[in-house]
């Protein structure tokens, strides 16, 4: 069983920045890909970004697009979420979806690709 656990959510000003740190333990793998998701009050989970061990690929939903960045950490299974210029609407729980194994590109942001979650943590965005 994998264990995810995701830190860095806080309060931050309208055009502020946050880092999102994703962790994984519980077992080992020859390759990771693991992504952000974030929901919303009243509104569905959607994708935000993903990263694939196997090539480095990345994927980003377009309202992020120049404004998050997700890259990994070398030395352990971790992502990081850098987000930058925040606005009102990034307001959201923000989850880490992991798989031990590679997804398909097309596939990166797809929840179904997941198959561990962590617990989530609260963003919020204020003016």
């Known amino acids: 069983q994998v264990q995810v656990v995701e830190s860095g959510g806080g309060l931050v000003q309208t055009g502020g920045s946050l880092r999102l740190s994703c962790s994984a333990s519980?077992?080992?793998?020859?390759?990771?890909?693991m992504a952000w998701f974030r929901q919303a009050p009243g509104k569905e989970r959607e994708p935000v970004a993903a990263?694939?061990?196997?090539?480095?690929?990345?994927a980003y939903i377009d309202s992020v697009k120049g404004r998050f960045t997700i890259s990994k950490d070398n030395a352990k299974t971790t992502v990081h979420l850098q987000m930058s210029s925040l606005q009102d609407e990034d307001t959201a729980v923000y989850y880490c979806?992991?798989?031990?194994?590679?997804?398909?590109?097309?596939?990166?942001?797809?929840?179904?690709?997941?198959?561990?979650w962590g617990q989530g943590t609260q963003v919020t965005v204020s003016s």
């Open positions: 979806g992991v798989r031990a194994g590679r997804v398909i590109v097309s596939a990166l942001l797809s929840p179904a690709s997941y198959e561990y």
């Open positions: 519980g077992r080992t793998a020859s390759t990771w890909t």
């Open positions: 990263f694939r061990w196997s090539g480095g690929n990345t």
